[in-house]
C-alpha cells in the first residue's frame, strides 16, 4: 500500500532563444560517479537537473519539434521513488548513441549550440538509481522513424547496449527517461530531495528556480504550466 504518494507533470510549452575518454565498464564508472557526488548535499537535484537539462536540449536541437513539450512524472511513496522524465526532442539517433558511450565527449550540434555535457547525467544515474530505462522513437538517418530501447546500466561489465533499433510503427517522436530508486543504497538519497518538495508547489517552484535561463535567456516571455 502507498502512503504520501504523490504525482507532477511539468510541462514546457514554448520558449524563445536570443575527445573524450571511453567509460564502457560499470566499475570504473561507478567509480567516477561516487567520486563526482559523493559528497554532494542533497545531490539527488543534480540528478533531476541533468535528465531534465538534456530533454531540454533534445528537443531545442530537433528539426521535427515545433512546439517543445517536455513533462516530468513523479511518483514518492514508502517504499520506491519512480521519476519519468519525457520529451519530444531529437531522441537517440545513431550519433547521439555514439556520444552517449562515451564520457567526456562532446555532441557536435550541443556545442554548436554552447551546449556543453561531459557526461554527468550518466554519472549521477549510476549514483543515484537503481538503474534507468531509455525508451526512443526517432527519425534515422533515412528518414524513417525508428525506436530503440535500453537500460542503463545493466548488471553486466559491458554497462548497457544501445546498439539495436528497428523501425518503429508509431510515428510519434518521443523520448522516455525512466529512473528507479528501490533499494537501500538509492532510496534515500531520493527520499531526502523528495521529502523537501514534498507537493507539486514546491517541486514547480524548484524547476522555475533552476530552469528560468531556458525560459527567459533574453527577457522574452515564455508559457510554462505545471499541474
Known amino acids: 500500500m502507498r502512503t504520501n504518494a504523490y504525482r507532477h507533470v511539468m510541462e514546457v510549452v514554448s520558449w524563445e532563444f536570443g575527445g573524450g575518454v571511453g567509460m564502457l565498464h560499470r566499475s570504473e564508472v561507478e567509480y567516477r560517479a561516487e567520486k563526482e557526488y559523493k559528497n554532494k548535499k542533497n545531490g539527488f537535484a543534480f540528478l533531476l537537473r541533468e535528465v531534465l537539462s538534456n530533454a531540454l536540449h533534445s528537443c531545442l536541437l530537433s528539426q521535427d519539434c515545433d512546439r517543445p513539450h517536455v513533462t516530468l512524472d513523479v511518483t514518492h511513496d514508502a517504499d520506491k521513488t519512480d521519476v519519468l522524465v519525457s520529451d519530444n526532442g531529437e531522441g537517440f539517433t545513431d550519433k547521439n548513441c555514439k556520444s552517449f558511450q562515451v564520457l567526456d565527449s562532446l555532441n557536435a550540434k550541443k556545442k554548436e549550440q554552447h551546449f556543453f555535457p561531459r557526461g554527468q547525467g550518466r554519472l549521477a544515474i549510476v549514483y543515484y538509481t537503481d538503474y534507468c530505462q531509455y525508451d526512443s522513437t526517432f527519425r534515422g538517418e533515412k528518414g524513417s522513424v525508428c525506436q530503440r530501447t535500453f537500460t542503463y546500466p545493466r548488471s553486466d561489465p559491458g554497462l548497457f547496449d544501445a546498439s539495436e533499433c528497428s523501425e518503429s510503427e508509431d510515428e510519434k517522436i518521443q523520448t522516455e527517461v525512466h529512473m528507479y530508486c528501490m533499494s537501500p543504497q538509492k532510496r534515500p538519497r531520493a527520499k531526502t530531495f523528495f521529502d523537501a518538495h514534498d ?24 508559457a510554462c504550466g505545471a499541474k
Not at 507537493?199 to 522555475?208: E, F, R, T
Open 199 to 222: 507537493s507539486a508547489q514546491k517541486l514547480k517552484k524548484w524547476i522555475l528556480t533552476n530552469f528560468m535561463s531556458f525560459f527567459l535567456p533574453s527577457g522574452e516571455g515564455a
